[in-house]
Structures are given as C-alpha cells and as structure tokens.
C-alpha cells in the first residue's frame, strides 16, 4: 500500500510513519503546517497536498481541526481512502467530511485503538440500564499538556454512547461544566471534565454514581502507537473500498465475537 501522512511532523504523524513501514507499506510523502517550529522528519518527502494524493491508496491523517474542510476538498474528484483522526471538529466540518465520502471511502473515528471502542459499546449498554433519574454520570479525561480540545474525542465518543443507551439528545445532555462553578449539578445530564497534564498520552473513565453506590470504568493508553496501528489496519481495510462512510467498529472486528475477529 502507498500511504500519504497529513501532518507528518506531529506525534501522531511521526507514529503513523513507523507503523505503516512496520506493516511494509510505502510512505510516498507527507504534508505538514510550514508555520510550526517541530522538525521535518528527515527521511520523508514533503509534499503539497495535490502532489500527495494522486499518487497514494490511502491519506492518514492526524492533523488539526482547522485543516479539515481543506483536507476534505482534496478528495473531491475521488481519490485514495481518508483515514481521518483529527479530533475537535466542530458542526461546520460534517458536511464536507460526508460530501467528501461521496467520493472517496472515508473512516472518520476519534479514537483507532480496541479499548475505547469495546468500551463505548458497554457504555452504551449501560446508559440503556442505568436510568438517569437514579444514576448521574460523568466521563473524566486527561492528556497531555498540548492538546488543543477539549473533552477528548475519545470522551465524546463514550458520551455519545451513553446518550443512545439513554435515548437521550446529547445537544441538552451533555454538560461540559464551563459555568458550573455557581450553579447545582442539573439532572439527566452526563458531565464531562478534562484535565491537562504532563505528557499522559490518554485516560478515561466513565463514572455512573447513584445514592447507594458507584460503577467505575477506566481505560488507560500506555503508547499512542495503538493509534497508529489501528489507523494503519483501517487503511489497509479501506484500501479498494466504494466511496462512503465506514465505521471503526467494523475495522477492529468489535462487530463480531473474537473467534471471528481478524
Ligand atoms: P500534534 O500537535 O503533535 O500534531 C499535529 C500536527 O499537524 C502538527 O505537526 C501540526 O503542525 C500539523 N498541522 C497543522 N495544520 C496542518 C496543515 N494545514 N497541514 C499539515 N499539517 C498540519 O498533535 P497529535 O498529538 O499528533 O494529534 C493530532 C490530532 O490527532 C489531534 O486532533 C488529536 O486529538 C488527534 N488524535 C486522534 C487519535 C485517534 O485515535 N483518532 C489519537 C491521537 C490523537
């Protein structure tokens, strides 16, 4: 497979380069923001985005949420497969990432590793058994000091899935506590709060507290090559696809029992 890096100076972009070599395929070259100070690595090609993708079978790209709608118009007249990880957009970048997949077989997830997504499927169960009216939950992340958004995407991914477990609009759900600070917790809400610290490359819990007692679930990543791997398995999977909008659960095998997952 030919790969394209988007943001190839970046931790993930850095990751993303060893793993697909790793894995035996060819990084043709990369893109990266000429305005950051980070070094270019100097064993790949940098590339304009129109010198890049023509000539690859899959972009992975792991970027800023600024680039997106840009990102996306480079797959406009088709193209290689868009492995999109970048996390933090906003409502402004779905349509173009969905216009885009009318093109070209896209894999939009804010988080490429098992856990989180094993995790987001419990979570779910567990908002459809956990009524709202008995159990408050919240979902506590932490990263590293120099992630620009916040909560993660990894923690809206699980909100996102209790909020469907609940039958709940995430719109009016989800409190992100910016205003907390004078006001009660309001009920039927799932809070989220985030902390920065260090170089901790992702935690997340899921808390379901009730009157009498508590349920915990953690989930920890040790090395952000887990990312990179499973980027790395979705492109290879993507590789040859029609144009649409593919789902992670489906890349990881979460969409059937680990005797037939591979
Ligand atoms: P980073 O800041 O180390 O890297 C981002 C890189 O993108 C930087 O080098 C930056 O200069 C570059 N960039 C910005 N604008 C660009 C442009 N126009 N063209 C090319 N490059 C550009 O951040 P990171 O930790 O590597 O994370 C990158 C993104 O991936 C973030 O959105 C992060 O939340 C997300 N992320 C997703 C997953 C996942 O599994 N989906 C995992 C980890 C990180």
Known sequence: MRVGVFGVAGRMGRALVEEARLAGHVVVGGTMNPATARERPADVAILDIGDLVPHVDAVLDFTHAGTVQNH???????????????????????????????????????????????????????????????????????????????????????????????????????????????????????????????????????????????????????????FAKGAVKAAEKMVGRPPGLYSIDEVLGLDRPAAKRR
């Open 72 to 226: 996306a118009a480079a797959f406009a007249k088709g193209g290689p497969a868009w492995i999109l990880g970048t996390t933090g957009l906003g409502a402004a970048d779905e349509a173009p990432v969905e216009r885009a997949a009318g093109h070209v077989a896209v894999l939009r997830a804010a988080h490429f590793g098992f856990g989180i997504n094993l995790l987001a499927g419990i979570a779910r169960r567990l908002g459809e058994l956990l009524a709202a009216a008995e159990f408050d939950v919240d979902i506590v992340e932490t990263h590293h000091r120099q992630k620009v958004d916040a909560p993660s995407g990894s923690a809206l991914v699980l909100g996102m899935a209790i909020a469907e477990g609940r039958g709940v609009d995430p719109a009016t759900a989800f409190d992100f506590g910016a205003d907390r600070r004078h006001r009660a917790r309001a009920a039927d809400t799932i809070g989220f709060a985030s902390l920065r610290s260090g170089q901790i490359v992702g935690e997340h819990e899921i808390v379901f507290t009730s009157q009498d007692e508590q349920i915990r679930l953690s989930h920890r990543v040790f090395d952000r090559r887990t």
